[in-house]
């Protein structure tokens, strides 16, 4: 044991001197509040780091149905969906999620990442290929790793290094798969799922979008694979439940025979807990209120967009607006600025961004305060040096 603590000890002080060790800081969201507020050190902060988009996880019918289902069905499944049977609130959920995202099933699972390290293993093996976007999750990246397939990054967001990339190799595999983030995370910018849905649909390549920061907020609420009017030609749509829907979990939607062949073949839901049947309800109630107020999913890209005219940046696709400072130690002075002047912007680090560009990430919600989002801007202007332009490539992946 003292090898292991010492090695931890190193680890640990490599992490501090480079500014990239990470806390755990005692944090609570109060629900009863109709803004995105925290409580940290006894310090009342608005929040502009939540993916809580919509402000459902404290929405009162939200709570109401995962209250009424707690009572109903207790606080945990119990086991696999495949050992103690499939809740029916789980096979509701799935009918609702493949109406809203168009397609003929979906599967749920235990959270995102679980969903993409389940579902890409399970359709790529050691005689296929999986493209990847440079900065797509890394959860997407880990669910390739584990499939044993040979893996080939594309610069991102570049359709004609794909389509090179699959014009030189796609024939020496049995099959392929192009994986990319729908709304990329950290810069906010939108996938071109068109071009990639033309580009697949040509190479037999399959396609898969990670919509998590889509679903909710973008085309009335159905996701980036909707954002030029119909349905793009993606047959694996994944996401969440846990951001603008305000619960917990993850899904795929697809075709019945991709759903049906996943439940036997994806380990994450084979071997994993099924949701606590709360969180299924709290996502049903939630997709109710997306399909009934339009009106609430575009908020969120309407107060980025203000925040962002104010700063004098570029429209942004998503709620997500990036503010790239260079250093880690930049970032962390930045982010503890803005939190004197009540303000929640977590600093955005290596490796979760490529080295050289941590950034303050900030994120939109729809019941973000306008005088809040003209406040930040403000403070932002005057006092934080931030640097436009487009998303730094990391050539590595995540």
């Known amino acids: 044991m003292d090898t292991l603590d010492a090695f931890a000890r190193a680890k640990l002080a490599q992490l501090e001197e480079a500014a990239l060790r990470r806390h755990l800081v005692d944090t609570e969201r109060p629900a009863r509040e109709n803004v995105p507020v925290i409580i940290r050190g ?18 009162p019918k939200i709570k109401a149905a995962a209250i009424a289902a707690l009572d109903a069905y207790g606080t945990g499944a119990g086991a696999s969906r495949l050992v103690t049977g499939n809740h029916p609130l789980f096979a509701e959920l799935e009918v609702r999620l493949a109406k809203l995202k168009g397609s ?19 359709l790529a093996g050691d ?3 999986v493209l990847v976007d440079e900065l797509a999750h890394a959860c997407i990246f880990a669910g390739a790793r584990l499939s044993g397939a040979a893996r080939r990054v594309f610069r991102h967001n570049d359709v004609a290094h794909a389509r090179a990339i699959l014009g030189a190799e796609r024939a020496r595999f049995r099959h392929a798969l192009l994986v990319t983030d729908g709304v990329f995370s950290m810069d906010g910018d939108l996938a071109p799922v068109v071009e990639l849905a033309e580009l697949c649909a040509a190479c037999d390549t399959w396609l898969m979008t990670d919509d ?28 969440t439940l846990s951001k ?9 939607c697809a075709s019945r025979a991709v759903t049906d062949l996943l439940t036997s073949r994806a380990r994450t839901l084979v ?6 049947p709360a969180n299924a309800a709290a996502a049903i ?10 009106a609430l999913t575009q908020r969120p890209l309407a107060k980025a967009r203000a925040f962002a005219r104010r700063l004098g940046l570029p429209d942004p696709q998503s709620p997500i607006v990036p503010l790239r400072l260079g250093s880690a130690e930049a970032a962390l002075e930045a982010s503890n600025l803005l939190e004197t002047e009540g303000y929640l ?4 680090r290596p490796p979760t961004v490529p080295e050289g560009s941590a950034r303050l990430r900030f994120a939109f919600c729809a019941d973000h305060a306008d005088d809040d989002v003209a406040r930040l801007a403000e403070v932002v202007a005057k006092r934080v040096a931030f640097r436009g332009g487009a998303a730094a490539r990391c050539e590595t992946g995540a």
């Open 127 to 129: 005689a296929d290929v």
């Open 244 to 252: 603008a829907l305000g619960s917990y979990g993850g899904y795929l």
């Open 212 to 239: 998590a920061h889509g679903l909710g907020v973008l085309a009335k609420g159905r996701g980036s694979s909707f954002g030029g009017g119909a349905k793009a030609g993606v047959p694996l749509q994944m996401g």
């Open 42 to 59: 006894g310090r009342r902060l608005v929040s502009f780091s939540c993916n809580d988009y919509l402000g459902l996880s404290r929405h």
């Open 104 to 122: 003929e099933a979906a599967l749920v699972f235990g959270s995102g990442y679980l969903a993409n390290l389940g579902v890409i293993p399970a």
């Open 345 to 348: 912007a977590v600093a955005i």
């Open 285 to 294: 109630a939630a997709l109710d209120v997306v399909e009934a107020d339009p």
């Open 271 to 276: 071997y994993s807990t099924g949701l606590p």
